[in-house]
């Protein structure tokens, strides 16, 4: 092997700016004395056949994009069995994944991070739908309405996430859940149920905004608001200061389990980090500790955002959430 660090990127990701972007990384990389190559995905799902074959030949598999190459390469990483170490350079239009470790929004700072070479073990989770689709999972996995979000998301890539949303509250009708906990069972109306690994997702949408990948445990937000309301919601949701909501059930479990509870109703989608997993029911386990990643010594990320918004995402002072 005459490189360490296997740089997986997808060239067409964020309309195309990747591909251009990625000489800037070679750059960086180059200055740092890191060694690499370079590995360009080619279509849907080809991020994980490389991470699962390139961690066996003994590679630090790093994914250099969005979110989506990101969990494909976490996931082929996982799969391997290989212990390979999995690190991210962000650089998609959503970066929530390589912010649940720590990382910045930042190609430079990152490049640093991979030579720097620190890494830890942290939460990881594992989605298994009941038509036996399984995928791991480092940010938030859903249902109802942001799942549908992901899925036309996915199908129209020139399309501003945003704008799919308030297209589909248009024609939205909720419709009612079961979620089964450690202890304890939701059942009824909801816009959708969201199982938290981190955070965010949508590109910084503070969902499940108390959620850690250090504790063990899903932080689950059941949300039933209506649809006009909930697009108000949108700007408390990028400054995580949704929580604590009335119309918000908040959970925590390291097993959750979502059916419908019509089963004549036509079931919600599930997805985790953006990809569609099919329809309920699923099942998420949180593995504690589950997997070891190459990231900042301090949560970078979380440091940024205390400094923009005047708090932590996981906190909710009172003077923000009555804005």
Not at 147 to 162: G, M
Not at 248 to 264: A, F, G, P, T
Request: hydrophobic share 35%; aromatic share 10%; with cysteine.
């Amino acid at each position: 092997m005459d490189a360490e660090h296997a740089i997986i990127f997808n060239p067409i990701a964020n309309k195309g700016k990747v591909e251009t972007d990625i000489g800037i990384v070679t750059k960086y990389l180059d200055d740092l004395n890191v060694s690499y190559k370079l590995y360009s995905t080619e279509y849907p799902g080809h991020a994980i056949e490389l991470a699962n074959s390139l961690a066996k030949d003994g590679y630090r598999v790093i994914a250099a994009g969005g979110d989506g190459t990101a969990n494909e390469v976490l996931h082929g990483t996982i799969i391997s069995n290989s212990g390979a170490l999995c690190g991210f350079i962000p650089m998609g239009s959503g970066n929530d994944l390589p912010a649940a470790v720590g990382y910045r929004a930042d190609i430079k700072r990152a490049c640093e991070i991979i030579a720097e070479g620190y890494s830890s073990k942290c939460d990881i989770g594992f989605a298994l739908t009941d038509d036996e689709v399984e995928r791991y999972f480092l940010g938030i996995g859903s249902q109802g309405f942001d799942s549908e979000v992901a899925r036309r998301s996915n199908e129209n890539k020139e399309k501003d996430y945003n704008l799919i949303i308030l297209d589909l509250l248009r024609s939205w009708e909720n419709k009612e859940i079961i979620v089964k906990m450690d202890n304890d069972t939701f059942e009824g109306e909801a816009n959708l149920a969201a199982v938290g690994l981190s955070g965010a997702y949508g590109g910084g949408m503070f969902i499940c905004q108390r959620a850690s990948i250090e504790d063990g445990l899903f932080d689950i937000s059941i949300v039933n608001i209506d649809k006009v309301k909930l697009a108000r919601q949108f700007r408390r949701m990028y400054n995580a200061s949704l929580l604590p909501h009335p119309n918000i059930e908040e959970y925590q479990s390291k097993k959750v389990r979502v059916e419908m509870r019509n089963l004549e109703d036509e079931p919600y989608s599930s997805q985790v980090d953006g990809e569609v997993l099919g329809p309920l029911p699923v099942t998420y386990e949180c593995i504690r500790e589950g997997y070891e990643f190459i990231r900042p010594r301090t949560n970078e990320f979380a440091e940024e955002f205390k400094q923009r918004y005047g708090h932590y995402m996981w906190e909710c002072p009172e003077r923000i959430r009555k804005t």
